[in-house]
């Protein structure tokens, strides 16, 4: 079973900077993609940015030119580096990783880190 576990969340002004860690654990063959998604309250779980095969990143629009996300594959972790935040960026952030484990495919989410963005 793959886990995952997140840190980095917390409180930060408009205009601040946060950077979110996710690394999955367990027996992994290999990973897919990794990725952030958030959940506004009241509203469906959204992507932010993935990242697949290392190097292919896509992101949300809102997010484009503000967040970046980025991986270590030695430690099968990934990063979202969060700058300009916005009060819109509040949000509960989830780390997702897909991949393979005993020869099959895996989905696996992580617990969630709260984001606030507040003067």
């Known amino acids: 079973q793959v886990q995952l576990v997140e840190s980095g969340g917390g409180l930060v002004q408009p205009g601040g900077s946060l950077r979110l860690s996710c690394e999955a654990s367990g027996t992994i063959q290999s990973i897919v993609s990794m990725g952030w998604y958030r959940q506004h309250p009241g509203k469906e779980r959204e992507l932010v940015a993935t990242?697949?095969?290392?190097?292919?990143?896509n992101y949300a629009d809102a997010v484009k030119g503000r967040f970046r996300i980025y991986r270590e594959t030695s430690k099968n972790a990934v990063w979202l580096e969060m700058n300009s935040l916005e009060p819109e960026d509040t949000a509960v952030y989830y780390c997702?990783?897909?991949?393979?484990?005993?020869?099959?495919?895996?989905?696996?989410w992580g617990q969630g880190t709260q984001v606030t963005v507040s003067s």
């Open positions: 997702r990783t897909r991949g393979i484990n005993n020869y099959r495919a895996f989905d696996s």
């Open positions: 990242i697949t095969g290392g190097t292919t990143r």
